[in-house]
């Protein structure tokens, strides 16, 4: 090992020492330059250290020394400098190594050059500001190399830019959890063979690397083995070389509980659970997506979540939980605070939160799918049962929602050997009215009563949703011995308000110290003020403090537009949801506006909010200009004033969400919202359209330029994929056929559908192959066809069962390849439909 020793003048020197005679040594955890010649490297320090200084990157290696003095330690270690990178042997020694080097450190100094304790006036003078909202969102979070360097240690300690010490890893032990999700265990120092897997890999997820190779090779300390370096293999190849070391018989204690893996089951066939479960990975509670959702504050809810934890935890015999409450009422939150309690007892067996518009959690498609693979990695010997079910039936992820809740999870539960004094385990499953299906809401309801049937391990389901009809009609048939039913918004109206007091008091504390207003701001009279005008409702509650915050030096005046806006001597708590909409919305609208001006606003607010709410699955503000063929700046500006309703990231590239969806059920009623209402079929018409224009100028015949009609996905780079089909392609070739006909349009003769297909059907299943979606492409196909039918345009039907021409249709098959074999089973049955046998028999025969 290589380390640094500080001489007596301050000087910088090399010494190399072996595993046994390692002295004590301080080591820095920090985030690399945007240009890494800045950095301080070996070479640089070889030659002496004058060269060195002259770099930006030495105020870091300055910074180690010092603190390491202070700490009476002579040596440090630095990644930057102290591994010779041009020495491919030592480099590959050093990442093997990196994870037990910094867990053997004394110290670990954690540098965070994007956080300071102070912040310059106008007048230049430095005035003391909160740091927390910098170390929460510092870069330093989302490298991938930082989870080893928060675990390993022992002694973590933080520092701002200006040398400030913010504190260590137990100090900052709830923050790191919060922004992390990290088990705060864990960051205890409990032992890492102790968690999940598929825990440890959530913890990973998401995480950036300059190097894609190094998004599997920074979890090697995380999973304790080691494997060689191949630099240039791409992020899919060292990942499942990864997956393939950890599923190694020497790491048996590690694979007990994976989810993503290569698991055997009891007959000894391995099989990959992920290649076979289809898996929605926003469904879980604490998905990446979902790690700004709010739990519950301290001391609310508590009478409700002790009546949840006392039926899960007790001997009651419903096994079935329903809480239902009107929109706005906070059920998520609660369940994300159930989910989070069972999470950290190590007894949550799986959970999916429904978010219509969502994608993958729109619909039940992957419900059950996604459930039995996190239960595989939650309930210790499960995974080799739910193993056994895939090798007895490959295609069950495309079997009724019915037949996949027997085999995937009643069943495999059922041959667990369980004591009559464990506790069970919870399944959470939040607003299943979001799902876009009716039928399938009832279904579901049926299904998760059928866990009562398991005697060998006792299950609880808490599920939530709005009371409508489709869950309503579910619990009909659900005798009254099997479930329990609780309102919501029936509870005590003065224990609601209190716990919407105690949300406003808090989150007006936060805007206070933010904005460095006066302290108790704004008084309780106000805030009483504003507990009567939520009227039972957190999502207005929320939505007013997300206005007041975003209005930054205007809070105050912000504050002053809701209370007149808001009209306390109603009753009804929809009323007041339309009132806080409206006031967000009519905010955007400056006074100073003429009218064509402001007319031109509102048109422009209806038709991006409207295709944003209509959208099937989230897209970035940058997709989704891609898509409207709108500006980014229009896009930009435009939402600016509308944080308290959506959830824009800063990053242009990532998804905008809504913070609740009854914005969208607001939007699509005219009598709510008047002025800003939208048609919700014309919205899917536009975005039918807007999918059609844009397939036709992006798709071709050989679209990622790989001139090899066998080539199969998997052997593919990803990054060429996602190149040649950006997001907002790749939306459009999934959801268009939805959106035609959810828009209510009559197809007809050369109509658009009409033209498009005839141009570009088999582009569209060509992308559809690379994108591992080809059998969405066959359903969309079987659905238009009875969809023309009705509407008699007999040449378009003719262009839809006559169009799968064997020649390049094969492109497709190999192409899409990757498909599982059950999937293609599946498939092939479809084109035999669509008079396309010769084609069905190669695209089933292809892995078979």
Not at 237 to 242: F, N, P, S, V
Not at 503 to 517: A, G, M, N, Q, V
Not at 563 to 578: F, P, Q
Not at 682 to 707: E, F, P, Y
Request: aromatic share 8%.
């Amino acid at each position: 090992m290589r380390l640094l020793e500080r001489k007596p003048d301050g000087d910088l020197v090399f010494r190399e020492y072996t595993d046994k005679d390692v002295p004590a040594y301080a080591i820095l955890s920090h985030t690399w330059l945007a240009n890494n010649n800045e950095e301080v490297n070996f070479q640089d320090v070889e030659a002496g250290t004058g060269k060195g200084k002259s770099k930006a990157g030495w105020e870091k290696i300055q910074f180690c020394a010092d603190k390491a003095a202070a700490d009476n330690l002579r040596y440090l270690w630095i990644d930057t400098c102290c591994i010779d990178k041009k020495n491919v042997v030592e480099l590959q020694e050093a990442i093997n190594s990196m994870f037990r080097w910094y867990q053997n450190a004394a110290k670990c100094y954690v540098y965070l050059s994007d956080v300071l304790t102070t912040k310059r006036k106008l007048s230049d003078q430095l005035l003391d500001y909160s740091w927390e909202s910098a170390f929460r969102e510092s870069r330093w979070f989302k490298r991938g190399w930082t989870l080893q360097e928060l675990l390993a240690p022992r002694s973590v300690e933080f520092f701002s830019r200006d040398r400030k010490r913010l504190g260590d890893k137990r100090t900052l032990e709830r923050q790191i959890h919060e922004v992390t999700k990290i088990a705060i265990l864990a960051l205890r120092g409990k032992p890492l063979s102790q968690f999940d897997v598929g825990e440890r890999l959530l913890w990973a997820e998401n995480r950036q690397t300059t190097r894609e190779e190094d998004k599997a090779y920074s979890m090697l300390g995380i999973f304790d083995i080691q494997m060689p370096l191949l630099y240039g293999e791409g992020e899919e190849k060292a990942l499942k070389r990864l997956r393939r070391e950890i599923g190694k018989p020497s790491n048996s204690t590690d694979i007990k509980h994976q989810s993503s893996h290569s698991l055997t089951g009891s007959s000894g066939l391995e099989i990959d659970l992920a290649d076979h479960l289809p898996y929605a990975a926003e469904a879980p509670f604490n998905s990446y997506t979902k790690q700004h959702e709010p739990n519950c504050l301290p001391n609310t809810r508590v009478d409700l979540l002790q009546t949840i934890y006392k039926w899960a935890d007790g001997q009651d015999e419903r096994c079935l939980f329903w809480l239902n409450g009107l929109a706005g009422t906070g059920k998520s939150t609660i369940a994300r605070t159930v989910a989070r309690n069972y999470f950290e007892q190590k007894r949550l067996g799986a959970s999916f939160f429904f978010s219509r518009g969502g994608g993958d959690v729109g619909h039940a498609g992957k419900f059950v799918t996604s459930i039995a693979l996190q239960l595989a990695s939650s309930v210790p010997c499960l995974d080799q049962y739910i193993c056994d079910a895939i090798k007895e039936r490959r295609d069950l992820a495309s079997q009724s929602l019915r037949d996949q809740w027997q085999q995937l999870v009643l069943r495999p539960l059922s041959k667990l050997s369980g004591s009559g004094g464990q506790l069970p385990y919870v399944l959470v499953v939040d607003a299943l009215d979001e799902c876009d299906n009716d039928k399938d809401i009832r279904i579901i309801v049926h299904l998760l009563a059928e866990a009562q049937s398991i005697k060998t391990v006792r299950v609880r389901i808490f599920l939530t949703s709005r009371p409508e009809v489709p869950v309503r009609n579910g619990f009909v048939e659900v005798p009254d011995g099997e479930h329990r039913d609780f309102v919501l918004h029936n509870i005590s109206p003065p224990i609601v308000d209190h716990d919407i007091r105690t949300f406003l008091e808090y989150s007006f504390e936060l805007i206070t110290k933010e904005r460095s207003l006066a302290a108790g701001w704004p008084g309780q009279e106000i805030i009483k003020r504003l507990v009567h005008s939520a009227s039972g409702l957190f999502i207005w509650a929320a939505t007013a403090c997300r206005f007041i915050r975003e209005g930054k030096r205007f809070a105050a005046k912000r504050l002053n537009i809701i209370l007149e806006n808001s009209s306390i001597d109603i009753n009804a708590a929809e009323k007041h949801l339309n009132e806080i909409y409206s006031t967000v919305l009519r905010n955007c609208i400056s006074p100073g506006y003429s009218n064509e001006e402001a007319e031109e606003l509102v048109s422009m607010l209806k038709s991006l909010l409207g295709s944003i709410v209509t959208l099937l699955s989230p897209l970035s503000t940058q997709s989704l200009s891609k898509l409207l063929s709108t500006a980014q700046d229009d896009i930009d500006q435009t939402l600016d004033d509308l944080h308290a309703i959506l959830s824009i990231p800063e990053d242009p590239t990532l998804p905008l969400r809504l913070h609740h969806p009854s914005f969208r059920d607001f939007l699509f009623e005219k009598a709510r919202c008047e002025e800003f209402w939208v048609n919700e079929k014309q919205a899917h018409q536009v975005l039918a359209d807007r999918c059609m224009q844009l397939m036709s100028t992006s798709l071709k015949q050989d679209i990622c330029g790989v001139d090899t009609p066998g080539m199969l996905v998997v052997d593919a780079e990803r990054s060429r994929i996602e190149q040649s089909l950006p997001s907002e392609v790749q939306y459009a070739c999934r959801y268009w056929t939805d959106h035609v006909q959810k828009s209510g349009t009559q197809l007809r003769d050369n109509g658009q559908v009409h033209v498009f297909l005839q141009e570009h059907l088999l582009h569209w299943l060509e992308a559809l192959g690379w994108m591992g979606k080809i059998s969405d492409g066959i359903y969309a196909i079987a659905a238009l066809e009875s969809f023309v039918s009705v509407s008699k345009s007999s040449s378009l039907g003719q262009v839809l069962t006559n169009s799968a021409d064997s020649l390049i249709i094969a492109r497709v098959s190999g192409a899409s390849s990757t498909t599982r074999s059950g999937s293609c089973c599946t498939i092939g049955r479809r084109l035999s439909r669509l008079r396309s046998r010769r084609i069905a028999v190669r695209l089933c025969s292809h892995r078979h």
